[in-house]
T-cell receptor
Framework: TAGITQAPTSQILAAGRSMTLRCTQDMRHNAMYWYRQDLGLGLRLIHYSNTAGTTGKGEVPDGYSVSRANTDDFPLTLASAVPSQTSVYFC?????????????FGQGTRLTVV | GQNIDQPTEMTATEGAIVQINCTYQTSGFNGLFWYQQHAGEAPTFLSYNVLDGLEEKGRFSSFLSRSKGYSYLLLKELQMKDSASYLCAVKDRDYKLSFGAGTTVTVRA
């Protein structure tokens, strides 16, 4: 079944360590997004990519980096994790930039930084 | 940045109607989306509006007024399974998709 896959499902990470959250989609979607979801704050955009080879900053990019080497993969890296990065991370993709293209979400990665 | 506001919580009775309002201020506009998210799950798409007016999809309808920066999601004939968070999201001129904080709807028997 086509879809968007995130790994790992959950992770406990020591502060100061680095980690890469993986996101892969097999729908050949152009646009991909990374969000974090915190209670009371909703989904906040971290980084996005409109097409392979390009990335852009969202609302809360500090402490995170992304790359988009190909259409399918959009990894999110935390270079040196801090407790405030404890959150649920969702990756999403959409068919195109066009307005009507809905975003499809992965099942999320629950990250705890201790 | 974007500014998208919606109520935090709403409670309604099974079989009733609930209207969730969303107001937004964004840099450009390329459409407004409503998503449903059950606890512990990923958001799923409900509706899309880009022109003024009402879009109806079964028990769910969504309305948009671009001049007022306003939308609402109408849920009719509420069922227990409709208990969830409802997220309003706007795509701006750069096609970035930004979300409001979400409205938690609780349906009571």
């Amino acid at each position: 079944t086509a879809g968007i896959t995130q790994a790992p499902t959950s992770q406990i990470l020591a502060a100061g360590r680095s980690m890469t959250l993986r996101c892969t989609q097999d729908m050949r979607h152009n646009a991909m997004y990374w969000y974090r979801q915190d209670l009371g704050l909703g989904l906040r955009l971290i980084h996005y990519s409109n097409t392979a080879g390009t990335t852009g900053k969202g609302e809360v990019p500090d402490g995170y980096s992304v790359s988009r080497a190909n259409t399918d993969d959009f990894p999110l890296t935390l270079a040196s994790a801090v407790p405030s990065q404890t959150s649920v991370y969702f990756c999403a993709s959409s068919d195109s930039l066009e307005g009507s293209a809905e975003a499809f979400f992965g099942q999320g990665t629950r990250l705890t930084v201790v | 940045g974007q500014n998208i506001d919606q109520p935090t919580e709403m409670t309604a009775t099974e079989g009733a109607i609930v209207q969730i309002n969303c107001t937004y201020q964004t840099s450009g506009f390329n459409g407004l989306f409503w998503y449903q998210q059950h606890a512990g799950e990923a958001p799923t798409f409900l509706s899309y509006n880009v022109l003024d007016g009402l879009e109806e999809k079964g028990r769910f309808s969504s309305f948009l007024s671009r001049s007022k920066g306003y939308s609402y999601l109408l849920l009719k004939e509420l069922q227990m399974k409709d208990s969830a968070s409802y997220l309003c999201a706007v795509k701006d001129r750069d096609y970035k998709l930004s979300f409001g904080a979400g409205t938690t709807v609780t349906v009571r028997a």
